[in-house]
């Protein structure tokens, strides 16, 4: 379960900084601060869950560290969806005509898409 999550992680956050945060940091810059910081703000998020996922995996299922560190990933996940779902989400519209969105949503199931046939 872990060897297939792990992958499946990486290409999300791929496919979101790609599709939704590198296009949103330039055009966000003079309109809203906290959108135009936030792809640094994910990638430090990004960056702890996956040292903590390298952590886990050189660790044995039967070590407490190692479900001290499981939890650790799944509150820092929860955390970061609902940060993005209560706070980052409903700014984007304020920034972004739904012709935007549209082609944003587009360019990231394209890149879904790709890496599924490419798996």
Do not use: C
Request: proline fraction near 3%; charge should be neutral.
């Amino acid at each position: 379960l872990w060897k297939k999550l792990t992958p499946e992680l990486k290409a999300h956050e791929q496919m979101e900084d790609a599709g939704l945060y590198q296009p949103l940091s330039r055009d966000a810059a003079t309109k809203d601060s906290r959108l135009a910081g936030w792809r640094q703000q994910h990638q430090a998020e990004v960056e702890k869950v996956e040292g903590l996922m390298k952590k886990i995996e050189q660790d044995r299922p039967e070590d407490q560290q190692w479900l001290t560190k499981v939890k650790e990933v799944h509150s820092s996940l929860e955390t970061h969806i609902r940060e993005e779902e209560n706070e980052i989400f409903p700014r984007i519209e304020k920034v972004w005509d739904a012709a935007r969105l549209m082609r944003s949503g587009q360019e990231m199931s394209e890149m879904k898409a790709k890496k599924m046939r490419a798996a």
